[in-house]
T-cell receptor, first 116, second 113 residues
Framework: EAQVTQNPRYLITVTGKKLTVTCSQN?????MSWYRQDPGLGLRQIYY???????DKGDVPEGYKVSRKEKRNFPLILESPSPNQTSLYFCASSLLATSGGIYEQYFGPGTRLTVT | GNSVTQMEGPVTLSEEAFLTINCTYTATGYPSLFWYVQYPGEGLQLLLK?????DKGSNKGFEATYRKETTSFHLEKGSVQVSDSAVYFC????????????FGSGTRLLVRP
């Protein structure tokens, strides 16, 4: 089954304790992205990657890191989490269009993170 | 810049009522347009899409037509069910080097039995 998986689904942590949220897709998609969803603010892109070793900032990258060492995986790293990073996080993947741009994105189930 | 504007919710309907959720966009060039649905506790799922003017996307009884003259992509369904209760997001993707999906703020639909 074609899917995007994320782990963990729920995480409660304390300020400053490094954490990683994993994301994996089995569709051989070049493009992967992380979003956060907050009430009243909709979905905001954190980082994206167009292929292995190619990453770029989205709209709200501060406080986050990513890496893309393999095509299928795109982990999100919070090196020193703070309470304002409490949010619902989604990973997504997509094919790249040959003319530029991306096709529809496929989303993971989400990770609800609480930082106290 | 590029943006998507959706009608504010929540939209509350009775079962079997007609649904319209308005979506308008601002974009240069010829974007692709999408509707995503988010059921409670789940991630976003692609509901339908349209890639060029006058295209009609349809799925599960939902329809939306890409109207370039009015820069709109309104979501419609003739008869809603309780199971359609969810948050609906309109989105656009410019098919150029922007490599970004731009979302509207989402519209919550609540269908009562």
């Amino acid at each position: 089954e074609a899917q995007v998986t994320q782990n963990p689904r729920y995480l409660i942590t304390v300020t400053g304790k490094k954490l990683t949220v994993t994301c994996s897709q089995n569709m051989n998609h070049e493009y992967m992205s992380w979003y956060r969803q907050d009430p009243g603010l909709g979905l905001r892109q954190i980082y994206y990657s167009m292929n292995v070793e190619v990453t770029d900032k989205g709209d709200v990258p501060e406080g986050y890191k990513v890496s893309r060492k393999e095509k299928r995986n795109f982990p999100l790293i919070l090196e020193s989490p703070s309470p304002n990073q409490t949010s619902l996080y989604f990973c997504a993947s997509s094919l790249l269009a040959t003319s530029g741009g991306i096709y529809e994105q496929y989303f993971g189930p989400g990770t609800r993170l609480t930082v106290t | 810049g590029n943006s998507v504007t959706q009608m504010e919710g929540p939209v509350t309907l009775s079962e079997e009522a007609f649904l319209t959720i308005n979506c308008t966009y601002t974009a240069t060039g010829y974007p692709s347009l999408f509707w995503y649905v988010q059921y409670p506790g789940e991630g976003l799922q692609l509901l339908l899409k349209a890639t060029k003017a006058d295209d009609k996307g349809s799925n599960k009884g939902f329809e939306a037509t890409y109207r370039k003259e009015t820069t709109s992509f309104h979501l419609e369904k003739g008869s809603v069910q309780v199971s359609d209760s969810a948050v609906y997001f309109c989105a656009l993707s410019r098919m150029d080097s922007s490599y970004k999906l731009i979302f509207g703020s989402g519209t919550r639909l609540l269908v009562r039995p």
